[in-house]
Every structure is written in C-alpha cells, then in structure tokens.
C-alpha cells in the first residue's frame, strides 16, 4: 500500500508541474503509454464493472482487516483529491486523461468499500486524515 500511495504521490506532483516534455510523443500520437486512449478507458471501465459486482460476505472482519479497511479508506480519500487536482492541473491530455480515471476509479473503490464497511459495521473515515490533507496541500 505505502509503495502505490508513494508512486502515486510522485505521478500526480509531476503532473501538476506540467510533463508536456515527459509525455508529448505519447499525446501527439493519441496513447496513455503503449496503449490507445480509447483502449484504455474501455479497460478502466471494465476494471469498475468488476468491482461493482463484487458482495460481501456474512463473515466478520478481524481487527486487523478493519484496520486495514480504514487504511484504504484514508489512502483512496487522499488519492481521490490527489487526483481531482491532477485533473485541474494537468497540461498533457493523456495526464489529465490518467487522472480523470483515477477519480473514476477511486469513486467506485470507495462506494464499494463503504458498502462492504456497511455490511461489517465498521465505521470508515469521512475526511481526510492530517497526513493526507498536508499531502493534497502541498499539491496545490
């Protein structure tokens, strides 16, 4: 977890500095790395749809699986307005693309994890922690 939120963070503060010199062939030529904008929306779509579908089950979460649901929950948050700024910052279309999936994205995990938070009776967070908010303002 601490890996992806760390790679993240340092994807969304260079695209909030602008990574037209970084990214351009891959704008110029319609791409979101190897692959086709098109083909990548349809597979984001198809990621969510997978999620949608998912159901919790009768079990009972241990402590730590709830620990951990609220360690995703305060991680997806943090991502999310990480990548609403993104969005608004970005300057190379397939950044900005890459973002505006990554909110989609994040909107879906995190009403599919307050679905299964719900069915578990364990309360998740609904702000940002301080570490998160000290993190998106740096961003901005």
Same mark, same amino acid.
């Given at each position: 977890?601490?890996?992806?939120?760390?790679?993240?963070?340092?994807?969304?503060?260079?695209?909030?500095?602008?990574?037209?010199?970084?990214?351009?062939?891959?704008?110029?030529?319609?791409?979101i790395?190897?692959?086709?904008?098109?083909?990548?929306?349809?597979?984001?779509?198809?990621?969510?749809?997978?999620?949608?579908? =998912?159901?919790? @089950?009768?079990?009972?979460?241990? &402590? !730590?699986? /709830? $620990?951990?649901?609220?360690?995703? +929950?305060?991680?997806?948050?943090?991502? =999310?307005?990480? @990548?609403?700024?993104?969005?608004? &910052? !970005?300057? /190379? $279309?397939?950044?900005?693309?890459? +973002?505006?999936?990554?909110?989609?994205?994040?909107?879906?995990?995190?009403?599919?994890?307050?679905?299964?938070? /719900?069915?578990?009776?364990?309360?998740?967070?609904?702000a940002?922690?301080?570490?998160?908010?000290?993190?998106?303002?740096?961003?901005?």
């Amino acid at each position: 977890m601490k890996r992806r939120i760390f790679a993240y963070y340092g994807a969304v503060a260079a695209a909030g500095l602008s990574l037209n010199h970084v990214f351009g062939a891959a704008a110029a030529e319609g791409t979101i790395g190897k692959l086709d904008a098109d083909d990548f929306k349809k597979m984001n779509k198809a990621g969510g749809a997978k999620v949608k579908a =998912l159901k919790p @089950s009768a079990a009972t979460l241990s &402590k !730590a699986d /709830a $620990k951990l649901m609220m360690e995703v +929950a305060a991680g997806g948050m943090m991502q =999310l307005e990480a @990548s609403r700024l993104a969005v608004k &910052k !970005a300057t /190379a $279309k397939d950044v900005r693309t890459i +973002a505006e999936a990554e909110v989609e994205e994040q909107t879906v995990l995190s009403m599919k994890l307050q679905e299964f938070a /719900a069915a578990k009776q364990t309360p998740l967070p609904t702000a940002l922690d301080k570490k998160g908010s000290k993190t998106v303002s740096k961003l901005e």
